[in-house]
């Protein structure tokens, strides 16, 4: 009898299983990471637990609903069917040429809700004093002039901003600004604990929303794009993750 014959893909075999399992488990594991570690970011933030499960939601199923705020003709033109009137006699549509039109709109997850989250913290940092206010506005316009000359405009697909930026500026410019400016303005024996992260919350999503989008709005022409979402689609992670990001690791 003769012996059998080993499988030559049996290896191969092998660490295609392994490779699915784990892609699976990573799958399945990364969801609730995030989740995990974005509800600690909010709760940071001066939210209670409820509260932040609740806007961490909004964040992310508002990410599917966007409020039309503009539109504006585009240059290129389309070759559409077109019927005469109901009394001439007409077997072939004509064509006709009719200009696109691009609609703007604002994401609620990914714009409204993280700007009245700001709004609302923008309270606690005014009544911080002198140090916080002065922290967060001298952030804001870093972030903003950094985002601004570091994003891109991709025809077809959008504004492009490299992740790392808009969450590192926030992250540099809070515990820079606490450090400078607390002794400028007699401050120094203050705690500004609390208030380090909203502080880093604000500036992170102002860098992304205001100097890669709103500073773009006259370039919005050049996407050639029928629809654009201010804070949809690739522009989410680009605010709400760096806002999140911001107010974790400080």
């Known amino acids: ?6 499988n030559p893909y049996a290896n191969a075999q092998a660490a295609g299983c392994m490779l699915f399992s784990l892609m699976i488990f990573l799958g399945c594991i990364l969801p609730l990471m995030f989740v995990n570690l974005a ?9 209670s637990p409820m509260a932040a499960v609740l806007v961490l939601f909004g964040m992310i ?10 539109r504006f003709p585009l240059d290129k033109e389309v070759n559409v069917p077109y019927f005469g009137p109901l009394g001439g006699v007409q077997i072939m549509p004509q064509m006709q040429k009719l200009r696109q039109e691009a609609i703007v ?3 609620l997850g990914g714009c409204v809700i993280p700007v009245l989250l700001a709004i609302w913290l923008s309270r606690y940092i005014f009544a911080g004093g002198q140090t916080p206010t002065l922290a967060m506005i001298f952030g804001m316009a870093l972030n903003i002039l950094i985002c601004n000359r570091t994003s891109r405009l991709v025809p077809g697909m959008g504004i492009v901003i490299p992740f790392f930026i808009p969450p590192l500026v926030a992250v540099c410019s809070t515990i820079l600004g606490f450090g400078i400016l607390a002794p400028m303005a007699g401050e120094v024996g203050r705690d500004f604990e609390a208030l380090r992260a909203p502080v880093a919350f604000v500036i992170g999503i102002s860098g992304p929303l205001i100097g890669a989008d709103l500073m773009h709005w006259n370039d919005f022409k050049k996407l050639e794009a029928p629809s654009i979402s ?12 760096s806002g999140l990001i911001a107010a974790l690791v400080i």
């Open 105 to 107: 709109a604002v994401n």
């Open 1 to 6: 009898m003769s012996s059998p014959q080993p």
């Open 61 to 70: 199923f508002g990410s599917l609903i966007n409020f039309p705020i503009a």
């Open 39 to 47: 509800e600690t970011a909010l709760r940071n933030l001066h939210l």
């Open 230 to 241: 201010i804070g949809g689609a690739g522009t989410w992670d680009g605010i709400v993750l």
